[in-house]
Nanobody, 124 residues
Framework: QAQLVESGGGSVEAGTSLKLSCTASGLPFSQYTMAWFRQAPGKDREFVGGINQRIVTTHYSDSVNGRFFVSRDNAKNMVFLQMNRLKPEDTARYYC?????????????????WGQGTHVTVSS
């Protein structure tokens, strides 16, 4: 079975940085576009950023553009989310997800492999 496992979440102060990791198993990782989503209580799950299979294209939501960066290491079956200048509104549970689509689109329905998430709390 395909599996994604996130790690690196925690509680930090606003203005600091945090790096999340996602490790994949049971799937042809290099053939998957990978993305990060987040969900706060009472809100819909939203796209954060993603990277395609050949590491040619990255895409970010307007709310994190310029602060968050997605990268991947296909040899290690891992994808990362570097979060800088964190804000209280970044507080959410962050999920790693994969799709065979060749562009990191924002629609959750396009992703067929999901992790359980890791929580990030940013205090002011």
């Amino acid at each position: 079975q395909a599996q994604l496992v996130e790690s690196g979440g925690g509680s930090v102060e606003a203005g600091t940085s945090l790096k999340l990791s996602c490790t994949a198993s049971g799937l042809p990782f290099s053939q998957y576009t990978m993305a990060w989503f987040r969900q706060a209580p009472g809100k819909d799950r939203e796209f954060v950023g993603g990277i395609n299979q050949r590491i040619v294209t990255t895409h970010y939501s307007d709310s994190v553009n310029g602060r968050f960066f997605v990268s991947r290491d296909n040899a290690k079956n891992m994808v990362f989310l570097q979060m800088n200048r964190l804000k209280p509104e970044d507080t959410a549970r962050y999920y790693c997800a994969g799709t065979r689509a060749t562009f990191p689109i924002m629609a959750t329905a396009a992703y067929d492999v999901w992790g359980q998430g890791t929580h990030v709390t940013v205090s002011s």
